[in-house]
């Protein structure tokens, strides 16, 4: 019995013990779990702190002033913003390609513009001189008909460099525009007149589509008038054996420019291949033996100066369109119609 009470004793001690080891490990167990949301929220407030209140920031500035939407998913907005910042950069990058290869025009062309300059000093004084002899010598020599007939081809080569240099200096010292309100139907015409000769020569037949005239416009005159005659002579010159060019104007509405008038020149030529379209306008690119090349980069500047855009549409075999666009109100004028 002794021995039964004794071992129930021990039974019963360590049972207490048990239990009260048990009730330790459960308050271990919850100071633990405590302590592991104590430190989950110190851990959650950091990361909020830290790592998406930056983000949420950078999120903001990348968008602009634009307040982006909290409690939606901060990693996705940022990665939308961080794209289109890529695309903001690549357009940037794109611009300071452009503004790098116009710079580098313009050096092109002020030195161009220097030598162009010094070569018709030098060469066109002798020029004027060496024109005026030989005029007066056709007027005193009696020529047979083969001296006549090199007489001539000396002319038309001296003619031909006039023409030249004279390109050159209007390429190296553009003229300042002496704007005033023209009606844009009566260049047209004035060119069609003035080419009317060479028009003839070439074997080209020109059709003036006008539903009425188009309405006054601030340009200059004669500059507008080159442009034109540049266009249509590169017509001629495209359609061998003749063809016929058709010029069409009309006033539209440009989304960059508003209010504008087009001139569109169409040749029945064999157009101009697609890979050759973005050279044309470029100083010196010609596939003339006799071209500068300079004629429509000429064209190109006289609508820009005029604030509006030059336009081609060709393809090979087609023909080709050439659009003088300029804007038909300037500086906030009403110039109404003609
Ligand atoms: N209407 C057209 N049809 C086909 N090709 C054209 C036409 N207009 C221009 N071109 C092409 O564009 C090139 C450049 O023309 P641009 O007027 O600048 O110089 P060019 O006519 O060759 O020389 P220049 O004007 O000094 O006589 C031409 O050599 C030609 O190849
Ligand atoms: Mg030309």
Partial sequence: RAYTQKHRENVLRTRTQDLRQARNLRAAATMA????????????????????????????????????????????????????LMEDMGRTQTELDKSRETLFQSEKLALVGKLAAGMAHS????????????????????????????????????RHIDIFLQNFLEFSR???????????????????????????????????QRKSPLPVIQADPEQLKEALANIMINACEAMEGGGDITVTEDSVFSKTLGPVVRIRIQDTGPGI???????????????????????????????????????????????????????AKQRGQDLGTH
């Avoid at 949301?37 to 602009?64: F, H, N, Q």
């Avoid at 001296?147 to 001296?158: A, K, N, R």
């Avoid at 379209?277 to 006799?290: A, N, V, Y």
């Avoid at 336009?311 to 300029?326: K, N, P, T, Y």
């Fill in 33 to 84: 779990l405590l302590g592991v949301i104590v430190l989950g929220g110190v851990l959650l407030l950091v990361l909020v702190r830290s790592i998406l209140d930056p983000v949420r920031e950078l999120a903001k500035e990348t968008e602009g002033t634009q307040d982006s939407p909290k409690g939606k998913n901060e990693v996705k907005a940022l990665s939308m913003s961080v794209k289109r």
């Fill in 123 to 158: 060469i066109r004084n002798p020029l004027t001189s060496v024109k005026m002899r030989l005029f007066s010598l056709e007027r005193s020599l009696v020529l047979s008909p083969s001296q006549q007939d090199d007489f001539t081809v000396i002319s038309d080569e001296i």
């Fill in 174 to 208: 553009p003229p300042k525009l002496k704007m005033k309100p023209i009606n844009p139907s009566e260049v047209v015409d004035t060119t069609l007149t003035l080419l009317r000769h060479r028009l003839r020569s070439y074997g080209v037949r020109v059709t003036v």
């Fill in 273 to 327: 291949p697609i890979s050759v379209q973005d050279k044309i306008l470029e100083p010196f690119f010609t596939t003339k033996e006799e071209g500068t090349g300079l004629g429509l980069s000429i064209v190109a500047r006289i609508v820009e100066e005029h604030g509006g855009r030059l336009e081609l549409e060709s393809r090979e075999g087609e023909g080709s369109v050439f659009a003088i666009i300029l804007p």
